[in-house]
């Protein structure tokens, strides 16, 4: 199996960036698929991006579209989520999630899909 850890989080103003890293230990990082997800208070959890084993494709939901940037470097085994712009709609704890894909290209929108999850980070941005 494979070992997520996030970090980046933190309290930023609004308006202010966050960069989130996740450190992939424990299996071959190229294999996996890669997703960001979020939780805020009373919430469910809810899709943010996605991006697939090569990285050459991604997806985000369209809240943060513009926004956020997901990335990867393989030769770290990490995976990113760039925000900027940064609101108080933002406020959660974000999930890094990982699935082995069969296709280089593919990339997952569901938490379902999903078979590895980090402890997650808080982001708290004040309006």
């Known amino acids: 199996q494979v070992q997520l850890v996030e970090s980046g989080g933190g309290l930023v103003q609004a308006g202010g960036s966050l960069r989130l890293s996740c450190a992939a230990s424990g299996r071959t990082f190229t294999n996996y698929a890669m997703g960001w997800f979020r939780q805020a208070p009373g919430r469910e959890r809810e899709f943010v991006s996605a991006?697939?084993?090569?990285?050459?494709?991604?997806d985000c939901t369209d809240s943060v579209k513009g926004r956020f940037t997901i990335s990867r470097d393989n030769a770290k085994n990490t995976v990113y989520l760039q925000m900027i712009s940064l609101g108080p709609e933002d406020t959660a704890v974000y999930f890094c999630a990982a699935r082995v894909a069969s296709l280089s290209g593919y990339y997952f929108k569901r938490a379902a899909d999903y078979d590895y999850w980090g402890q997650g980070t808080q982001v708290t941005v004040s309006s």
């Open positions: 991006i697939s084993r090569s990285g050459d494709n991604t």
